[in-house]
T-cell receptor, first 116, second 112 residues
Framework: NAGVMQNPRHLVRRRGQEARLRCSPM?????VYWYRQLPEEGLKFMVY????????ESGMPKERFSAEFPKEGPSILRIQQVVRGDSAAYFC??????????????FGEGSWLTVV | QKEVEQDPGPLSVPEGAIVSLNCTYS??????FMWYRQYSRKGPELLMY????GNKEDGRFTAQVDKSSKYISLFIRDSQPSDSATYLC????????????FGKGTKLSVKP
């Protein structure tokens, strides 16, 4: 899973600031997924993107959160006006195609957001 | 009722023991079942993947799915201290395959 690159690995933000998390998928992968892992909770799906398209955002909070995967560059998960409850590990995953079930979805090492 | 239930443990076993990790799920429409291993402060790593009911073996790991009882298991034979990690079960319908539904994870410690 080292092929999915996430940065920053650790990010500290004060309440009310913005957090931007970046994800570069594995080479040859065009599908990106974002997950959130809250303390003592399992991984929760947030959003599924292809280049320039949001395919499934059923897990995204309705406010303050947005995601994009532009034609060029990494996917970005943006959290505006962060609150303490946003403190979590955010994982990006990628796959080469939407039919890649389970066995072809690779996770990155995660970005740990701490809101103080 | 949560879609995937998993006992968080912690589970502590001596080196060499057989480990049994289990999950139950609520929706009979789930078709694909995965087990991930996650070391502390690391990303999940896929261990096993199965489709529908049955067993699948890979080295010391065996994954088992019983769709009639909505029960999935992971067995680890000859457990090693390096197996100490959190084990996550996951499932999906098969439509939007990246929308995996995870259990909370079971923390395993294998003592030398």
């Amino acid at each position: 899973n080292a092929g999915v690159m996430q940065n920053p690995r650790h990010l500290v933000r004060r309440r009310g600031q913005e957090a931007r998390l970046r994800c570069s998928p594995m080479k040859g992968h065009s599908h990106v997924y974002w997950y959130r892992q809250l303390p003592e909770e399992g991984l929760k799906f947030m959003v599924y993107l292809q280049k320039e398209n949001i395919i499934d955002e059923s897990g995204m909070p309705k406010e303050r959160f947005s995601a994009e995967f532009p034609k060029e560059g990494p996917s970005i998960l943006r959290i505006q006006q962060v609150v303490r409850g946003d403190s979590a590990a955010y994982f990006c995953a990628s796959s080469p195609r939407s039919q890649g079930v389970g066995n072809t979805i690779y996770f990155g090492e995660g970005s740990w957001l701490t809101v103080v | 009722q949560k879609e995937v239930e998993q006992d968080p443990g912690p589970l502590s076993v001596p080196e060499g023991a057989i480990v049994s990790l289990n999950c139950t799920y609520s929706n009979s429409a789930f078709q694909y079942f995965m087990w991930y291993r996650q070391y502390s402060r690391k990303g999940p790593e896929l261990l096993m993947y199965t489709y529908s009911s049955g067993n699948k073996e890979d080295g010391r790991f065996t994954a088992q799915v019983d769709k009639s009882s909505k029960y999935i298991s992971l067995f680890i034979r000859d457990s090693q201290p390096s197996d100490s990690a959190t084990y996550l079960c996951a499932t999906t319908y098969g439509g939007s395959q990246g929308n995996l539904i995870f259990g909370k994870g079971t923390k395993l410690s294998v003592k030398p």
